[in-house]
């Protein structure tokens, strides 16, 4: 079996040779835009939907605990999973099985899910400071409007949402953070990225954005070695962000 490292180094290289349709931007804002990753940046999602999915595979035949689940399918889009699941039972997935996994994961989220320890208050800071912020997450746009909401931090993003779904290749292609930055109105260079997934660092690196990675749930190796500058709570987000945003 290929180990995880060759993996990462593998997906960076195909990342960086990805040319993205929205690289070029006929327009860049002055100053400065935070992108945020929703699952396990925003919201504690990541343990809650792995649960969520071992149970539910289940009745597929397939018995893997959370943490397998959350090893294969981390920092995936919902397409990218079910294509797995498919290759792994040797047959396609039936769409029940689809629609109830999504109702599922929507019951857990309304009465389970929380905003992550501090997330709060680093967006609260930096909204008070008017900084351009952003969402670019894998998930769906009804998954991640679901989230937010739920978590009470809709009202720091509005309409400032973009998913995989807006664009053809998901992490770890730069795609989706090249969108969101031509969208927001900000060059990559001016873009901070704040993900917990090494699928993710290394789409942001890809795109030429900087990228600091969370590693309070996740394995801080995988997310240096991706290209993330790594820290443990958002706590120290604040400092780390502001220390950023004072040399762009």
């Known amino acids: 079996m290929t180990s ?18 929205f690289a070029q931007s006929n327009r860049a804002k002055s100053g400065s835009l935070l992108i945020f990753d929703c699952d396990g940046v925003l919201v ?37 999973v079910t294509a797995a699941v498919a290759e792994m039972i040797g047959r396609p997935v039936p769409l ?3 629609f109830d996994w999504a109702m599922l994961t ?21 909204a008070g400071q008017n900084q351009a912020m952003c969402v670019a997450s894998q998930s769906s746009p009804a998954r991640v409007a679901l989230s ?13 949402v973009y998913t995989a779904s ?13 969108f969101a930055a031509r969208k927001m109105g900000f060059a990559p260079e001016f873009c901070t990225v704040i993900e917990d997934s090494p699928v ?19 394995n801080a190796n995988t997310l240096s070695e991706a290209g993330a ?19 762009q």
Do not use: C
Not at 166 to 178: C, G
């Open 44 to 80: 504690n999602s990541e343990r809650l939907v792995s649960r969520i999915e071992a149970h539910h595979l289940e009745s597929l035949g397939l018995q893997l605990s959370p943490d397998e689940v959350r090893a294969l399918f981390k920092g995936r889009t919902a397409g990218e």
């Open 106 to 126: 929507a019951n857990a989220f309304v009465h389970e899910l929380k905003a992550i320890p501090g997330i709060e208050a680093v967006l609260r800071h930096f």
């Open 148 to 160: 937010l909401r739920v978590a009470s931090l809709d009202g720091y993003f509005g309409s400032n």
């Open 4 to 21: 995880r490292p060759l993996k990462i180094k593998n997906a960076a290289r195909q990342a960086i040779t990805h040319t993205s349709p």
């Open 96 to 98: 029940d099985w689809v």
């Open 166 to 178: 807006m664009v053809e290749y998901p992490k770890p292609a730069p795609d989706l953070f090249l």
């Open 200 to 218: 993710g660092v290394i789409g942001a690196r890809a795109a030429g954005m900087q990228v600091f990675g969370y590693a309070a749930d996740e």
């Open 229 to 247: 500058t790594v820290f443990y709570s958002m706590e120290d987000l604040i400092g780390l962000l502001t220390e950023r945003l004072s040399r």
